[in-house]
């Protein structure tokens, strides 16, 4: 029997999309998985220090383990018009952003990249766990904050503005989609098991869209405060095709993402071998 340590987030989408995996409700070909969870910059610190096999991560902080990983082709979550979102308490102009204190959720996250590359001006930022933020803004301890996950869902019933959808940005920037979380492999793993584990996923995930209560109580298990209906909006928002084969757009997707940031100087610039 081998055994890997595999990592990721308790999101909705995450847990939705993992559940069967973890749970032997597929045959796991002789696999055994060591299940690590954590917020995603938690994650995104493991891999930087090469912790896990088998990781969910920033888009963003990939650009800084390539040479331990490789992006496997299930379990992405890519967006359409859907992406970060810049809130605040009172309304805000864009050409104000750049003078504002702004909360992310990790230096690591593709939320900051995004973010800086739209604004490489807006240097006061502060990092907080990302379901921390809207709490900050209402605290008036910053001005914005970037929130990303279900939180995107809540910030109006809390009376907080967006000002700008980076995820429609990115779109109209770069006429694709926009690449937040992938999941990665170590490259040591052998091809044999990195290709079993890739195959492996797309079966949890339609497992878990042939019998979708199935994943409730895992998901429900870590979103004890998020209502059934929100998780079933964050579902629908970042469990897509995507997610079963990232494809042809969705690779193009990941490495115009890469091309822009380098093209900024916020990454060096990527190699071609990233994808398995």
Known sequence: ?????????????????????????????????????????????????????????????????????????????????????????RKIYPDEISNLKIGIPGKNTTANLLFTIAYPEALNKKE??????????LDDDIDAGLIIHETRFTYEQKGLKKIVDLGEYWEKYTKSPIPLGG???????????????????????EFAY???NEPVGFMKQFAQEMDESVMRKHIELYVNPFSFDLGDIGKKAITTLYKKASDHQLIKEMPDAIFV
């Open 183 to 205: 999941i990665v492999i170590k490259r040591e793993i052998p091809r044999k098991d990195q290709l079993i584990i890739d195959r492996l996923i797309k079966e949890s995930l």
């Open 1 to 89: 029997m081998k055994r890997y340590t595999l990592g990721f987030s308790t999101c909705p989408n995450d847990t939705f999309i993992f559940d069967a995996l973890v749970h032997h409700k597929i045959n796991t070909k002789g696999i055994e998985f060591e299940l690590v969870l954590g917020d995603v910059e938690e994650l995104n610190a493991m891999a930087l220090n090469s912790e896990l096999d088998i990781t969910k991560l920033s888009y963003h902080a990939y650009a800084h383990v390539w040479r331990s990983y490789q992006i496997l082709n299930s379990g992405s979550a890519l967006g359409r018009n859907n992406g970060p979102i810049l809130v605040s308490k």
């Open 210 to 212: 042939q019998f979708p």
């Open 128 to 137: 907080y766990l990302f379901s921390d933020i809207e709490t900050a803004l």
